[in-house]
């Protein structure tokens, strides 16, 4: 479970950031609406690590950026951010470590995804608002279930002791990521932030990313490759490198110096 930290987490200011007026309630409803919210307001993407600036996992440094500057982040930046209102709100999260199977093409990777495990109604549930285009809109009941959200389809399933995530494809169902049922503090997640964010073969070291999804459109941007998914169709084009700090704000809504130069693209 997320513990308090030594800031305190401003939550009016974390629902104005996600457009939410209502007094929200530790209920079912209420944790779909937050999490459909928080995934609609707050971009998905790498690009401090791009920068070469360090991703910082503590409440105050989380509000300024994500909060605050109005910026994204991945995984880690955006599920304790979701943890602290989630538990300012009253709800019963705990927070544990996933291995991404997706493309894995049966290579085993580290457990470098942070989900969240939330208790509420008489159920558990999963939410993920920090795994980018591909992840689920809303909260997946940790029961095997199928839960159908804006055309795509989703279940858990428990697979030699580990909660599978699994998306529905034209062939049969995908694994998506593999979610370990054991306790995972803070500390564990500092580690695999700095994995994740500093080795030379992180896809996030060596790729630039935003990523954006509401349920009618997602869109997914790697380097200068732009994907858009709606209503069942598929676009990609190509963006110039001189328009992406255009499109970093129209679409993904985050500014940045228009000089800014990334490790991605840049070599820098």
Same mark, same amino acid.
């Given at each position: 479970?997320?513990?308090?930290?030594? $800031? /305190?987490?401003? @939550?009016?200011?974390?629902? =104005?950031?996600?457009?939410?007026?209502? /007094?929200?309630?530790?209920?079912?409803? $209420?944790?779909?609406?937050?999490?459909?919210?928080?995934?609609?307001?707050?971009?998905?993407? *790498?690009?401090?690590?791009?920068?070469?600036?360090?991703?910082? @996992?503590?409440?105050?440094?989380?509000?300024?950026?994500?909060?605050?500057?109005?910026?994204?982040?991945?995984?880690?930046?955006? *599920?304790?951010?979701? /943890?602290? /209102?989630?538990?300012?709100?009253?709800?019963?999260?705990?927070?544990?470590?996933?291995?991404?199977?997706?493309?894995?093409?049966?290579?085993?990777?580290?457990?470098?995804?942070?989900?969240?495990? +939330?208790?509420?109604?008489?159920?558990?549930?999963?939410?993920?608002?920090?795994? !980018?285009?591909?992840?689920?809109?809303?909260? %997946?009941?940790?029961?095997?279930?199928?839960? &159908?959200?804006?055309?795509?389809?989703? =279940? +858990?399933?428990?697979?030699?002791?580990?909660?599978?995530?699994?998306?529905?494809?034209?062939? !049969?169902? *995908?694994?998506?990521?593999? +979610?370990?049922?054991?306790?995972?503090?803070?500390?564990?997640?500092?580690?695999?932030?700095?994995? &994740?964010? $500093?080795?030379?073969?992180?896809?996030?070291?060596?790729?630039? &990313?935003?990523?954006? %999804?509401?349920?009618? %459109?997602?869109?997914?941007?790697? *380097?200068?490759?732009? $994907?858009?998914?709606?209503? !069942?169709?598929?676009? &990609?084009?190509?963006?110039?490198?001189?328009?992406?700090?255009?499109?970093? =704000?129209?679409?993904?809504?985050?500014?940045?110096?228009?000089?800014?130069?990334?490790?991605? @693209?840049?070599?820098?």
């Amino acid at each position: 479970m997320i513990r308090p930290m030594d $800031t /305190a987490f401003d @939550l009016p200011a974390y629902l =104005r950031r996600i457009a939410v007026e209502t /007094a929200p309630q530790p209920d079912v409803p $209420t944790l779909g609406v937050l999490h459909r919210a928080h995934l609609a307001a707050i971009p998905f993407e *790498n690009l401090d690590i791009q920068l070469g600036r360090p991703v910082r @996992l503590d409440a105050g440094s989380l509000q300024e950026k994500l909060v605050r500057h109005r910026r994204g982040g991945y995984c880690f930046e955006h *599920n304790t951010l979701f /943890a602290h /209102a989630l538990r300012a709100i009253g709800f019963e999260v705990h927070t544990c470590e996933a291995r991404v199977r997706q493309n894995a093409e049966g290579v085993l990777r580290p457990r470098t995804h942070m989900v969240l495990k +939330i208790v509420c109604a008489g159920r558990t549930w999963l939410a993920d608002v920090g795994f !980018g285009g591909s992840g689920v809109i809303d909260p %997946v009941a940790i029961d095997g279930s199928t839960s &159908t959200q804006y055309g795509s389809s989703y =279940r +858990i399933n428990n697979i030699d002791r580990q909660w599978v995530l699994q998306e529905e494809g034209p062939a !049969g169902w *995908n694994d998506l990521y593999a +979610i370990l049922p054991l306790p995972v503090f803070p500390v564990d997640f500092e580690v695999a932030n700095w994995f &994740t964010s $500093t080795h030379p073969e992180s896809p996030f070291v060596k790729t630039l &990313t935003a990523q954006r %999804v509401t349920p009618d %459109v997602r869109y997914i941007l790697r *380097n200068l490759t732009l $994907t858009t998914f709606r209503a !069942g169709q598929v676009e &990609t084009r190509e963006v110039p490198r001189a328009d992406l700090g255009a499109l970093l =704000r129209d679409v993904f809504g985050i500014d940045v110096p228009e000089d800014a130069r990334y490790r991605g @693209l840049d070599g820098v």
